[in-house]
């Protein structure tokens, strides 16, 4: 039951393990304020400290797991991954990237390498190469077979603020944690028409109707679990809304009077015109721009009923401190 949604939260501090319950609405206006009422140290890891205790599971969304679940259990799966992301395929991106985009490093965009390695402390993944792409469209990507890089674009960059883009940056690193790069890349590999690819593997007489269409679909539900990850990343739900917000139709001139409560709603009227079939038609028809971040607004809604549960809280509260091991 503890994924329900209720009115209050309750973890143990990690620094002198009492017991703390406290109303979540009171919580989430600001989560750095919330304090043990014993210790009176903060309760919830917000303020960028790596989450080194951070398993896959306590973010993944249910609808991504059951969905990679039953992908992976597809006769000839592991066959069309390997013919399809074959080993040139990292090589070639590698390349691509290293010979048209900035790599950043402490040398190299030096703020940020920083904001990159803070995001992935709190995601707890070994940081993949990052490379700044120039590009007028703002978005943030992952790509790979098996040794994955994270590409964000200029417009991106100059779009968000650093915590917005410690969260765009755990959302990547999020895909990267839960495993989802080599999918997610066959993802759009079909969707651009890699079919072509396929023939010419010997793998046309697959049935790949079903591949695609399940595919399709878990690929919208992997970014429900990564948008958890940019939330835990970032620890602050109004950074989390103002970046979706922005990045759905946001810009500089009309920033001050972007209403965010409106916002909210807006992505509850995109929940409530959810409709299963139309994630597969989605992908078909988006274009590649569209495709790497797509329906902004209807993740929010999940975004935020996520962290009205325990289990978010449980993510930024800890394990709590060690049990105390006795000498011999
Ligand atoms: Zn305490
Ligand atoms: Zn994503």
Known sequence: MSNEISGSATVSCRFCGATNRFPIDKALIDLSLVVCGSCKE???RVSGEPLTDLNPDEIAHPWDRDALAKFK???????ILSKVLGSTFD????FRHTASSLKVSARQAPRIHRLYLEAAGRLDVDPPPLFIVQSPIPNAYTTGAGAPIVGITTALVDMLDDRGLVGVLG?????????HVRFRTLAVLLANGALKILNLAGLANLALGPVKMLLFKWYQMSEL?????ELVASGSLSTHVRTHMMLAGGTAKIAAELDVAAFVDQANEAESLRDGDLFVSLMEMFDNTDR??????WRVHHALQWSRTQ???DVLAGKGPKPRLTST
């Open 292 to 297: 790497s971040h797509p329906l902004l607004v």
């Open 225 to 229: 679990s990564a948008d958890r990850g």
């Open 73 to 79: 259990a597809i006769p000839y799966v592991e066959e």
């Open 311 to 313: 289990p978010f809280f």
């Open 91 to 94: 090589r070639m991106h590698l």
């Open 42 to 44: 903060k309760l919830l």
């Open 171 to 179: 959302h990547e690193l999020a895909h990267v944690k839960l495993g």
